[in-house]
């Protein structure tokens, strides 16, 4: 069957091109060590999965909005963890996993053709198909100077960045909502690693050090994936402009894009409850530490790398070939050629092992 002019123009699936390297890595003795994919291996806390079951015998239709349980707890998490003050919980909206907000937001924001979208240069993959899904141009710059005199629709921000780990200061977050407000330009912020910062503080654009408590025009998504481990779950929302958001809701009722009330359950024990997420975090704090030494020590330099679940390493080679070089030793990770064509020469190692597979990494190399 021949592929539909959507499919067309997307890429190839990074991730496929990986299967030889998988293939390698799964033949070592030991077994393989998947450091390729930022996915979660430790238990979901049980006073999340006691929110999940609680509401399982219910059998209506959900509200595309959400409870306003969720909202209020959303609200109240942001200004808990992330200082975000100022916040309607009716500028709260549940989605279908951040990746799937990304994916669609340019769409359903109705952009198009004539419309720019910005991306970081070194980039999660998913901000380039979310243009590309709404058949808009795609700019990668991080220096916002490069634009000229043309006035973008939308700037994708990530802080902390996946894949490098970098984390934008208060003064750069800044500078870009000035931009795009001169610009009459929106800001999706991807703050999905915000609660896993190690050697740099990270700020939300919705932060009022940022945007001087003015949400106009900001768009903050933010993931339970992550500190939660909740990515089967499918669990993310987005915050920020109260009429951008109101517009997000009135498109995704006519679609149908509506998070399963046992998980809208979920996501509000999980955003009540912060002791989880300090487990959580510490145990990818060791995890770091251990694979950090092991990396540095096998004569790879990590670059950035201050925040998130990632290690952005790089030896001065072809990224290909240091994946073959990982793939050697039973360990699979992420060229870096999945994130931009300036990213070549690296490589993202994931701390999302177990505490004996991180281990057995080390020991490796």
């Known amino acids: 069957m021949p592929r539909s002019a959507v499919s067309h123009a997307l890429p190839d699936f990074p991730w496929d091109s990986l299967a030889g390297a998988k293939a390698r890595a799964e033949a070592h003795p030991d077994g393989i060590v998947n450091l390729s994919v930022g996915t979660p291996v430790d238990p979901v806390a049980p006073l999340i999965r006691e929110a999940l079951a609680s509401v399982s015998a219910v059998p209506g239709y959900p509200t595309t909005h959400g409870t306003d349980a969720l909202r209020e707890a959303a609200v109240a998490a942001l200004a808990r963890r992330y200082s975000v003050t100022g916040l309607d919980p009716a500028s709260v909206l549940p989605a279908i996993g951040t990746k799937e907000i990304i994916a ?14 910005v991306i970081p240069e070194v980039a999660y993959p998913t901000y380039e198909v979310a243009a590309l899904l709404a058949g808009c141009r795609v700019l990668r710059a991080d220096g916002l100077t490069r634009l000229g005199p043309e006035n973008p629709a939308l700037i994708f921000v990530n802080s902390p960045s996946n894949p490098t780990g970098k984390v934008l200061g208060l003064e750069h977050l800044r500078k870009v909502v000035d931009f795009a407000r001169q610009r009459g330009a929106i800001v999706v912020s991807d703050e999905c690693y915000l609660g896993l910062t190690w ?22 998504v933010h993931s339970l994936s992550k500190t939660s481990n909740l990515a089967s779950y499918r669990a993310g929302f987005v915050a920020g402009d109260a009429a951008l958001v109101a517009e997000l809701l009135e498109v995704r009722k006519h679609a149908g894009m509506i998070m399963p009330l046992p998980v809208q359950a979920a996501m509000t024990a999980a955003l009540n409850n912060d002791e989880h997420e300090d487990i959580q975090r510490e145990r990818y704090r060791a995890r770091r530490e251990v694979l950090l030494g092991a990396v540095r020590g096998a004569g790879f330099t990590v670059d950035n790398s201050e925040a998130g679940l990632y290690l952005w390493a790089t030896r001065g080679e072809p990224c290909r070939e240091t994946v073959d070089w990982f793939a050697d030793r039973g360990i699979l990770v992420a060229p870096g050629d999945f994130y931009g064509p300036g990213s070549g020469q690296h490589v993202r190692i994931a701390l999302t092992g177990t505490d004996e597979r991180i281990a057995a990494a080390a020991a490796r190399l």
Do not use: K, M, N, Q
Not at 104 to 117: F, K, N, S, Y
Not at 199 to 220: F, K, M
């Open 199 to 220: 050697e740099a503080d990270g700020y939300s654009i919705l932060d009022p050090r940022v945007c001087d408590g003015d949400h106009t025009g900001l768009l903050a």
């Open 104 to 117: 669609w937001l340019p769409r359903l924001l109705g952009l198009g053709a004539d419309d720019l979208v």
